[in-house]
């Protein structure tokens, strides 16, 4: 849980994102707070949801969560063997085999495969044992009372409220730093857009209902777009030269045209073509772990928008499906904290939008630094190296 929260935009509803875009943050908390009120009361919050609103107070110790340096300096070798973890793969062939009813359930209804369901509810909370102890409803309203990135949190306010007016969760619901409740972290608007009673008692409770909790994230899953019965991501062998510009994420291809490149499986049988386009990513860089991601990788991109995360998630879920472990192969050194902030200064000064100098290796990050490769006649794969930082 602690893991997913570097940004959360791509989680939130467009229909409710919009308009709590223009409202206002800051201010006297109490007036501001009313605000929040009169909102919630036109929604069709009752008393009880609008009495816990009252109630609530800022928390200092959510805002210095918020400013703190996120796990995703680790490079992705670094964070998956730490978060693939021998106890999270035994518990999760464990719940696998426990809940195959529910999971099964899970597939027909939604079409989404049970290990991507296991490895999410693994790394959230490792299946419940820890969801969070910060006070849900004073975490949003000081997030969104913050004048940092209001227009995430302050749609999760009026969800959050009619959950609590329905009864559905306490009042004092506890959870994440940043607002999400439960087994596998949802937001306020996930619970209640998309929360399926799996256990048949008339409750929707993600806290402590595993059938509910497997049933309303696959259901979420389903809701970002993921394709039934299609793969996510599949580990491969690169060779030693390819046209490295045409690898990333988003640069989908026929598995055609990979294996008339020279790309193969991990031991390196030929490719079996299955129909589908998938992008090659390089992760760290063209020397380290290669991995085909197709459409549905995109949707772990919406569950957290660090590649870093995704792609352990998705690696998690393709060990609980029978994967070996992936070939860390012999990656290039990369940067430490202090070249990757120095390596984003430069980029900045050069006009590009690196998002933040944090010393994370993000998206935006990512892409300018395939274009300066481009400009210096480097290998295009993505990964900062000492080498692109001295060019530089």
């Keep these: 849980m602690r893991l997913r929260l570097e940004i959360l935009a791509a989680m939130l509803l467009a229909a409710t994102a919009a308009p709590a875009a223009a409202q206002q943050c800051g201010g006297d908390f109490e007036a501001w707070k009313q605000g929040v009120a009169a909102e919630a009361r036109n929604a069709g919050v009752g008393d009880a949801g609008l009495e816990a609103l009252e109630d609530a107070t800022a ?132 619970y209640l857009g998309r929360g399926v009673d799996g256990d048949g008692d008339g409750l929707v409770d993600l806290r402590g209902s595993a059938p509910d909790v497997i049933m309303t994230t696959a259901n979420k899953i389903m809701s970002r777009g993921w394709k039934r019965d299609q793969p996510w991501i599949e580990e491969v062998r690169v060779p030693d030269d390819l046209p490295w510009d045409q690898t990333g994420r988003t640069n989908k291809l026929p ?35 290669a991995f085909f ?56 000064a050069k006009g590009y939008d690196v998002g933040s100098v944090d010393g994370i290796l993000g998206t935006n990050t990512r892409e300018a630094v395939r274009k300066e490769q481009t400009r210096l006649g480097l290998p295009v794969d993505g990964w900062p190296t000492p080498e692109l930082l001295a060019k530089l």
């Excluded at 909370?125 to 969070?132: I, L, N, R």
């Excluded at 020279?262 to 992760?283: M, Q, S």
């Design 255 to 289: 598995l055609t045209q990979w294996a008339q490149w020279g790309v193969t499986n991990p031991n390196g049988t030929p490719l079996v073509n299955n129909g589908l386009k998938a992008g090659l990513a390089l992760p760290m860089g063209r020397k380290g772990p």
């Design 59 to 190: 928390d200092e110790k959510v805002l210095a969560r918020d400013r703190a340096q996120g796990v995703f300096t680790q490079t992705f070798i670094e964070f998956s063997n730490r978060m693939i973890s021998a106890y999270r793969l035994k518990q999760g062939a464990a719940n696998l085999k426990k809940y195959a009813d529910v999971f099964a359930r899970a597939d027909r209804e939604f079409g989404v495969q049970p290990p991507i369901i296991a490895a999410f509810w693994a790394l959230e909370t490792d299946f419940g044992a820890v969801q969070g102890d910060f006070h849900t409803l004073n975490a949003l309203v000081t997030l969104s009372h913050d004048c940092r990135r209001p227009q995430l949190f302050r749609p999760q306010i009026v969800p959050l409220l009619t959950l609590i007016d329905r009864g559905v969760v306490p009042t004092d619901v506890t959870g994440a730093w940043a607002g999400e409740i439960g087994q596998t972290q949802m937001l306020p608007s996930d």
């Design 293 to 348: 991601v197709y459409d549905n990788f995109d949707v772990y991109l919406e569950w957290n928008q660090s590649f870093t995360y995704a792609l352990t998630a998705a690696n998690l879920a393709a060990r609980l499906a029978g994967a070996p472990q992936f070939d860390p192969r012999n990656p290039e050194p990369g940067l430490n904290g202090d070249q990757m902030k120095a390596l984003q200064t430069k980029l900045e």
